[in-house]
Each structure stands twice: as structure tokens, then as C-alpha cells.
């Protein structure tokens, strides 16, 4: 049996689990959203699509993405709009299965759902195939595509991230064992491997390593392309670490991850386990009872925004809505933030609503832009 084939014959671990609800969740926002911003064509790349479901039947990425499509067969019809859905998997077996089980999925869709969705499948080694795809998504670049990116290891995350900084639309999520990445940081066949750049794992805990990853990985990138952005979410399962890196350049991209980020961990929005107990854990807090407990994350962006605000930096709805986005916080933490400053008269604005949703800031420059005005009283 090799790896991938004894994968699939199990149920789903965990860890597992969570990953695929991220994904399907960004994959049920992803969809509509380009279908109604009136694109004629949409692209998914599953790049390590593997059989499409475990021994339970409970389905992988490949099948959740054919769900999600058909759940907005309205939309997709109504727009018109094609999609174009790639799966790969190197090894034949697993194309085989995956093949037979996307085509019973499909069987279920109604024809004119089914004209409107191409797809093709593949048995690629990955580093083979995404040279090719990014080429030809860059000649594209008014199409919009979502990538997969779930190998059992890690991969040259280095290359792919060079290559997808290039595209226009483009939102993709990585799925890593990051803590292998500290363990073997210091092997130089294992970094020429991955073709990282350079790192430093110094003042980091393990439960940290992923997060660390990827605020490094992104502050690279940011150099190269200020609008490109990196999000983690850290997984465990036992005493590993494994992680999911959302990329984009798009603030509504980023709105929508986090939401869902933060829906599955209302704490800190970052993982699937309470980093504020591992950080106790790791640095115990002697039995003093003068020392303030350290802030929540949420807690910490409240200070900041007031602070902000009160110092008219922060002076509108469209303002607020890109800090929140930026500082990794969904729009409903800042929405909170002004309605209380405005019960406690530090602020004044019109209207109940201080109106911070992509929709208004999508709006900012036209017409029927709502802009709402922090007025520090
Ligand atoms: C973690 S599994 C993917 C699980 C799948 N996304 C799901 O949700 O069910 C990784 C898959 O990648 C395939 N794979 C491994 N190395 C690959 C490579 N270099 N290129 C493409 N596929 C590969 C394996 O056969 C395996 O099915």
C-alpha cells in the first residue's frame, strides 16, 4: 500500500477535518463572489486532489468542490458564468478513483449545470504541472482562479509563491506540516528542498512555528508586491503542528478567510486549539496577583483602534474597514469597537451602524458610496 492509497482507506484524522472545513468554506465564498462580479469564466485548481472521499465517505477536497458548485447552480446559470475545474494526482491509482468518483458527482448535476462546468483531470507530479498553470493563468489575467495546494509533506513553497505573486486574481490555501519545517530547518538538503528564504525559528515555540512561517513569508513577499498577503491558521494534532496559509492581494479575499478563521477560533482567529493556554503553558505565569493578564488578541486591536480613532487617524468607515481587514480582524470586531466608543460618547457618527463591510468600502469611490465620518467629540 503506499501512502496515498493507505490515506484514503481510514477515515479522516482531525486535523484532517478541520482543514477540509476551511476549505470548503472559503471554496462556498469563493465561488460566489466571482460569479456575481460578473466574470464569464472561473478557475479551480485541486493540484493533490487524491481519491475524493475516505473510507467513511465523507468527502475530500475534489468532491466538496464539486458540491459547492452545485449549491450555486442558480447563480452560476443565472450569470452565466463557466467554470473550469482541474484535478491532479500523481500517482494512477488515485487518478483512477478520482476520476470514477468525480464523474458519479457530476452525474448528479442537471444538464444545464453541467454544460456550464468543464473538467479536467490530470496525473502530474505538481512541480511538473504548476509552471504550466501559472503560465497560463498569467495570459488570462481577467479570470479568476482559487488553487489547492494539500501535498503530505512540504513542497518548494518558495517556487509556487514566486510564480502565483504574478497573478491578478488569484486566492490559494496551502496545507503544511509546519512543524517539520523547525525541526529540519538547519539541514541544507531539506531548505534547498523547499526553497524557503530565509527564516529565523530564534523566540519561537513550537505552537508558534507556523504562524512565524508565514508572517516571515509574507513580510518577504510584501517587499515584492505590497497588495499580496499572507494568512496563517494552525492546526494540531498531538504534539504536531500542521497549518493552512490563505494568500491573496484582494482585501475581500482576506475579509472572507477571516471570518471564517475567526468563526472557528473566536479567540485569536488563528488555530484550532487555545493559543492563549499553550503560551501559559510555555511561559507560566508565576502566582502573582499584581500583574494584569496579558491582553486577548481582540482585546489588544480594541486599544488600537480607539487609539487610532481619537487621534483621527482613523477617520471613516472605509478607513476602519481596511485597518481591521489589515490587522487580521474581521469587520464585526470594528463595527463593535466604534458602536461602543459612540454608547460612551467618545465618538459621534449618523446612523446606527458605523456601515465597515466590504461592501460599503467596495463602494468608496462611486455614487452611491455610504460614507460614514468618525467625529471625536
Ligand atoms: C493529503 S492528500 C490530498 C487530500 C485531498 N486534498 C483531500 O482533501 O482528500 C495528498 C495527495 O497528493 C498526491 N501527491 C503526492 N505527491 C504528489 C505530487 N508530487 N504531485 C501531485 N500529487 C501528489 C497523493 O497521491 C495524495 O493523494
Redo the contacts with the bound molecule.
Keep these: 500500500m503506499t501512502k496515498?492509497t493507505d490515506?484514503f482507506a481510514k477515515p479522516f484524522d482531525e486535523k484532517t477535518l478541520v482543514k477540509?472545513t476551511i476549505f470548503s468554506s472559503y471554496i462556498k465564498a469563493w465561488i460566489p463572489t466571482f460569479i456575481k462580479s460578473n466574470f464569464s469564466d472561473i478557475y479551480i485548481y485541486?493540484?493533490?486532489?487524491?481519491v475524493?472521499k475516505d473510507a467513511k465517505g465523507t468527502f475530500?477536497?475534489p468532491l466538496r468542490i464539486l458540491q459547492a458548485v452545485s449549491e450555486q447552480e442558480k447563480n452560476i446559470i443565472m450569470a452565466g458564468c463557466r467554470l473550469h475545474i482541474h484535478f491532479?494526482?500523481?500517482?494512477p491509482e488515485?487518478f483512477s478513483q478520482l476520476k470514477e468518483n468525480c464523474e458519479l458527482e457530476l452525474e448528479k448535476f442537471s444538464p444545464r449545470l453541467r454544460s456550464m462546468v468543464s473538467v479536467t483531470y490530470s496525473n502530474?507530479?505538481?512541480?511538473e504541472l504548476y509552471p504550466k498553470v501559472s503560465h497560463k493563468l498569467q495570459n488570462q489575467q481577467f479570470k479568476p482562479s482559487l488553487f489547492?495546494v494539500?501535498?503530505?509533506g512540504t513542497f518548494a513553497v518558495k517556487r509556487f509563491l514566486d510564480q502565483t505573486l504574478t497573478l491578478k486574481y488569484n486566492d490559494f490555501l496551502i496545507f503544511m506540516p509546519t512543524s517539520h519545517i523547525k525541526r529540519f530547518y538547519e539541514r541544507p538538503d531539506f531548505r534547498e528542498n523547499l526553497d524557503l528564504p530565509p527564516l529565523s525559528f530564534d523566540n519561537f515555540e513550537t505552537y508558534q512555528v507556523h504562524q512565524a512561517v508565514v508572517e516571515q513569508l509574507a513580510g518577504y513577499y510584501q517587499e515584492k508586491d505590497e497588495e499580496f498577503s499572507l494568512i496563517p491558521f494552525t492546526i494540531q494534532k498531538n504534539s504536531n503542528y500542521y497549518g493552512i496559509i490563505f494568500g491573496a492581494k484582494h482585501l475581500r479575499a482576506f475579509d472572507k478567510f477571516l471570518d471564517i478563521a475567526w468563526q472557528l477560533d473566536p479567540e485569536e482567529g488563528n488555530a484550532n486549539y487555545s493559543i492563549s493556554i499553550e503560551r501559559q503553558r510555555s511561559k507560566p505565569i508565576q502566582g502573582d496577583l499584581f500583574t494584569p493578564p496579558m491582553p486577548s488578541k481582540k482585546e489588544a486591536f480594541e486599544v488600537l483602534l480607539t487609539k487610532k480613532v481619537m487621534q483621527r487617524k482613523i477617520r471613516n468607515n472605509f478607513q476602519a474597514f481596511e485597518f481591521c481587514i489589515r490587522q487580521g480582524h474581521p469587520p464585526s470586531h470594528a463595527r463593535e469597537v466604534l458602536v461602543k466608543l459612540k454608547k460612551t460618547n467618545k465618538i459621534h457618527f449618523v446612523g446606527r451602524s458605523p456601515k465597515i463591510l466590504y461592501i460599503y468600502y467596495k463602494n468608496r469611490n462611486t455614487t452611491n458610496s455610504e460614507k460614514i465620518e468618525f467625529i471625536v467629540l
Design positions: 496515498s490515506f477540509l485541486d493540484f493533490f486532489s487524491g475524493g475530500g477536497s491532479n494526482d500523481k500517482f488515485i502530474y507530479d505538481f512541480e489547492l494539500d501535498p503530505f
